[in-house]
């Protein structure tokens, strides 16, 4: 395997970033924490970057064997994640810090996701995603909308976004679908607690010589290189700040906030396997 890019930036303050960027001789790993709502904050980080922070390490460890298949996989970061959360006390009854991780197998040539991130193997995208945030995206846009129809302006929009008003309350209690055993909302996230089974996705195989790309979700486009995955991220925003999906891809949950250059953490590495 070779490592052609790596890239991995947080939208502000980096010490903040959520996201991580690992490559070993065993493993590539993305891994996106999850934005933290609780305001709580443990050994100096908020959850999601505390349980990403985790998850990266037991990669660049020695627990986790080469040969490991994605159900012993799975296994061990949930055993990983649950300890870190038990070893700081992390209070019942606040939701779980969680984080959607991708990890490709060198040993096993396979590919591995709980969650949201993004992967191509030679051109052929395999985007992540869960329903309930295209629930809160689309019911988001189509306020907007009727918003922009009204005759409101972009920019007031942006300082005064009433879509996303309109589902602060639900996007506040989504954290009680992860890893549920049922429902149509029901998502896999690495929190500590068992993913079940009907929530797992079959681990991809990567033929030999293949070009690939993982990235975090806060790419919308992922590209063959890192140039133009910015440039198409950055495109989008000047076509669709509010990102209500004008721009081709999913409706989002949030606007492009004013003053920032981009709307969430970003990471990409491309590699040849």
């Not at 992540?128 to 972009?154: F, M, P, W």
């Not at 979700?217 to 140039?227: L, M, N, R, Y």
Request: glycine share 8%; charged share 25%.
């Amino acid at each position: 395997m070779k490592i052609i890019e790596r890239y991995c930036h947080g939208k502000g303050n980096q010490e903040a970033n959520e996201d991580f960027l690992i490559t070993t001789d065993h493993f590539v790993l993305v891994v996106d924490g999850a934005t933290d709502k609780t305001g709580y904050v443990v050994e100096g980080m908020k959850g999601g970057r505390f349980v990403a922070k985790a998850v990266a390490e037991l990669h660049q460890s020695e627990e986790l064997s080469a040969e490991i298949d994605m159900a012993g996989w799975i296994e061990a970061v949930t055993k990983k994640v649950d300890a870190e959360l038990n070893r700081v006390s992390w209070p019942d009854d606040l939701q779980r810090p969680a984080a959607s991780v991708l990890t490709y197998s060198v040993q096993r040539r396979e590919m591995f996701r709980v969650g949201d991130c993004h992967y191509r193997i030679d051109g052929r995208d395999f985007p992540g995603g869960k329903e309930i945030d295209d629930y809160h995206g689309n019911t988001r846009a189509g306020k907007l909308k009727a918003c922009l129809l009204a005759g409101a302006s972009v920019s007031d929009l942006l300082k005064n976004d009433p879509g996303r008003d309109l589902i602060l309350q639900s996007l506040a209690n989504q954290y009680k679908f992860a890893n549920a055993a049922k429902g149509q909302f029901a998502y896999p996230v690495v929190n500590g607690e068992e993913v079940p089974a009907h929530l797992m996705e079959k681990p991809v195989p990567v033929p030999p010589g293949s070009f690939v790309v993982m990235t975090s979700d806060g790419f919308d486009f992922p590209k063959a290189t890192v140039a133009d995955t910015r440039a198409a991220q950055e495109k989008s925003y000047i076509i669709d700040p509010l990102r209500i999906g004008l721009d081709g891809a999913r409706a989002s949950t949030k606007g492009l906030v004013a003053g920032m250059s981009q709307h969430d953490d970003q990471t990409f590495v491309s590699f040849r396997t």
